[in-house]
């Protein structure tokens, strides 16, 4: 009986082996593609330096009188479209879009809108602004570019979408 009880644990161990096998091969789960912590933490850093980047790239290309005291719809695209370009940077460096790597927008709406007292009333500002039509429309917009800035084969030029809305 004991030989019986060492087969069947066995047994399924084997079992659930394959089911865990089975279940990451079809969530696109390579075996031995699984990150460790430190890889994890180096993406997230990597990802919020290309977002902070992104945003002095912008604050110096962008017409600021427009951005800092023009009609709010300048601001308002400008938040929508940094908010999916740092999306689509989190998603080519396979991370979640965290509080660390919002926070760099975050900042952008708090100097844009206001100081906000923590991060919560941040997130309720960005939340106002993306649910603003320039703020739909600058998402829209920071989608496409950002899944083009964020392919390698792309030779450029970048950020092409916002640069045109500050021209016209």
């Not at 604050?59 to 719809?73: H, M, V, W």
Request: cysteine-free; charged content about 25%; hydrophobic content about 40%.
């Amino acid at each position: 009986m004991e030989e019986f009880g060492g087969f069947l644990f066995f047994a399924l161990l084997i079992g659930f082996a394959v089911v865990a096998l089975r279940s990451a091969s079809r969530a696109g789960i390579q075996p031995g593609s699984l990150i460790t912590p430190n890889q994890r933490r180096q993406a997230t850093e990597d990802a919020a330096w290309k977002i902070e980047r992104t945003v002095e790239i912008l604050r110096q290309n962008l017409d600021t009188g427009k951005l800092d005291s023009g009609p709010e719809i300048y601001s308002r695209y400008y938040i929508g479209y940094l908010f999916e370009m740092g999306k689509a940077i989190s998603r080519h460096h396979r991370v979640e879009f965290s509080q660390r790597l919002r926070r760099p927008i975050l900042l952008e709406v708090g100097q844009l809108f206001g100081r906000h007292r923590d991060a919560q009333e941040g997130e309720r500002h960005l939340a106002a602004v993306l649910g603003s039509d320039p703020g739909q429309l600058g998402a829209a917009d920071g989608r496409i570019d950002g899944d083009y800035a964020v392919d390698p084969n792309n030779p450029g030029p970048y950020f092409a979408r916002i640069g045109a809305y500050f021209e016209s």
